[in-house]
């Protein structure tokens, strides 16, 4: 099973199809410390003072596309707990992984390696994946590889119940009526990503993940104790310092149209190193396929006016999957001339 990156991983040089051309080569940036620059907010703080939050998860939203949330109601025992089935899964032998591993984009549970289609790609992210969707949950667990689909189910439950809450905290703050963003379709659905990034014998030629930016509402990623997260901020990479049962949260493009560029999605990356092992589990809060996306009638006026036509989500994420390294041009099919 030669397209399984472990297998490499222990290898003293790095195989030519995960070296990537010079000008998206990590280089000595890989070694960017992790900073703190990326906000922290204390969602405990919601309850007294929920204007100030809303405030600092819009003040975020717009300087960085990224914050990361503490005291948020998910219990570290279940986050911990749920990180290390991941880690498990990702620890298998070969031989079990084998048996998970497809190439057939339009199976519901599948690991893979690369991007999407390993045999179609020249160069390959230095990673293996397992997508899952994770809501509505009565249909995707069953499909769950490992024997204890429960606590994956617990933690898919209480993820989506805060991506929920944060919606709800930015519908606020953007001044929208209580639940546009949780809309049935807007945010109807969910795909759970679990990344594992073996050790690298040359993190400065290959990357985990290239630049780009997530073509949904809100991502949610628990990234373990491992930096390897990276995000573009004034023409520079920022290191996500990992923190505890903290959870890192970015804006999608989807969030951005319906914002009408009033909140935008940053461009972020996956680095990786020769020393450890690092896992993360990303929830995509995902507005169902045939959902029209549009800006949000409330926030056009006469000084704002409509940057977005509306458009079918399936549409656009079809767009996107062609040109992910250029998110500026998967939208520009869809913005209105001036």
């Given amino acids: 099973?030669?397209?399984?990156?472990?297998?490499?991983?222990?290898?003293?040089?790095?195989?030519?199809?995960?070296?990537?051309?010079?000008?998206?080569?990590?280089?000595?940036?890989?070694?960017?410390?992790?900073?703190?620059?990326?906000?922290?907010?204390?969602?405990?703080k919601t309850v007294d003072n929920r204007n100030d939050t809303i405030q600092q998860i819009l003040q975020t939203s717009k300087e960085f596309g990224f914050f990361q949330v503490i005291n948020h109601g998910v219990s570290e025992k279940l986050i911990n707990d749920s990180m290390s089935m991941f880690e498990e899964l990702h620890g298998m032998s070969v031989e079990d992984k084998a048996s998970l591993f497809s190439e057939n984009e339009s199976k519901s549970c599948r690991l893979y390696t690369g991007a999407l289609n390993y045999d179609s790609e020249d160069i390959h992210y230095w990673r293996e994946n397992l997508k899952h969707p994770?809501?509505?949950?009565?249909?995707?667990?069953?499909?769950?590889?490992q024997n204890q689909p429960d606590t994956v189910g617990k933690y898919s439950v209480e993820v989506n119940k805060l991506g929920s809450v944060i919606l709800?905290?930015?519908?606020?703050?953007?001044?929208?009526?209580?639940?546009?963003?949780?809309?049935?379709?807007?945010?109807g659905s969910a795909l759970m990503s679990v990344n594992h990034y073996p050790p690298c014998p040359n993190p400065s030629l290959t990357l985990g993940l290239l630049k780009h930016c997530d073509p949904n509402l809100i991502t949610i990623l628990l990234q373990g104790d491992v930096s390897g997260l990276q995000v573009f901020k004034d023409g520079q990479w920022i290191s996500v310092h990992p923190l505890p049962s903290a959870f890192v949260v970015n804006l999608g493009l989807v969030l951005q149209i319906i914002s009408n560029d009033k909140?935008?999605?940053?461009?972020?990356?996956?680095?990786?190193?020769?020393?450890?092992?690092?896992?993360s589990a990303a929830i995509f809060i995902t507005p169902t396929s045939d959902s029209i996306l549009e800006p949000a009638k409330a926030l056009i006026d006469a000084s704002n006016p409509q940057i977005y036509k509306a458009f079918e989500y399936k549409d656009f994420l079809n767009n996107y999957i062609i040109m992910?390294?250029?998110?500026?041009?998967?939208?520009?099919?869809?913005?209105?001339?001036?």
């Fill in 1 to 44: 099973m030669d397209k399984l990156v472990s297998i490499w991983s222990k290898d003293q040089s790095l195989p030519e199809n995960y070296i990537f051309p010079p000008e998206n080569r990590p280089g000595k940036f890989v070694d960017v410390p992790p900073s703190d620059t990326i906000p922290v907010i204390d969602l405990s």
């Fill in 134 to 145: 994770c809501y509505p949950l009565q249909e995707s667990m069953q499909h769950w590889p």
């Fill in 168 to 187: 709800e905290l930015i519908c606020e703050g953007l001044g929208l009526e209580a639940g546009y963003l949780g809309d049935d379709k807007l945010s």
């Fill in 263 to 279: 909140l935008k999605s940053v461009k972020h990356r996956a680095v990786t190193n020769s020393k450890k092992a690092r896992t």
């Fill in 324 to 338: 992910a390294d250029n998110p500026e041009k998967s939208l520009q099919p869809y913005k209105l001339k001036a």
